[in-house]
């Protein structure tokens, strides 16, 4: 309100800061609850927790500090489960996928390799044939245009 209008504004400030605080309480009681029941802390899942906006626990400094610092705390216990030395689920499924799919081709190429080698040995084989016949066709070829040999 203006200085020139008394108005209701100390009435307004209490009731804000009753908001805030009533906002306040929620926020650590939902911190507290989530801490005991051992679920992650993290600003969405306590907003969702404790009904209150995102941008209130990102503006209020003592929510905030103490949800970054639980969240920091249990980063490292989460961490520990997890070897850093053995590869993710999926990792181990891929690398197995790619070891059949080597194995299958390293197959399919020594087979390939055998049936060419036998297409090879057959091809020679038909060129063989096809040269004697084609020798014996061509001296078959010269005694007939020859003709009968000639008594004198």
């Known amino acids: 309100m203006t200085a020139d209008k008394p108005g209701n504004l100390a009435n307004l400030q209490k009731a ?15 911190l ?14 306590l907003a969702a927790a404790a009904p209150v906006s995102l941008d209130f626990l990102y503006r ?10 639980l969240r920091a705390q249990q980063r490292p216990a989460q961490r520990r489960d997890i070897d850093p030395d053995q590869p993710s689920n999926v990792i181990a499924a891929l690398t197995g996928q790619l070891t059949q799919l080597k194995r299958r081709h390293r197959e399919e190429v ?3 390799r055998c049936a060419l080698e036998a297409a090879h040995g057959e091809n020679l084989l038909l060129r063989r044939r096809l040269g004697h016949q084609r020798q014996e ?13 000639a008594d004198s």
């Open 16 to 30: 804000a800061a009753a908001r805030t605080a009533a906002t306040t309480a929620r926020a650590e009681a939902a």
């Open 32 to 45: 507290d609850h989530m801490l005991r029941t051992g679920q992650p802390i993290t600003f969405r899942g």
């Open 60 to 69: 209020n400094p003592s929510i905030r500090q103490r949800t970054e610092q």
């Open 110 to 112: 020594a087979a390939l």
């Open 137 to 149: 066709s061509g001296s078959q070829a010269a005694c007939s245009q020859a003709g009968p040999p």
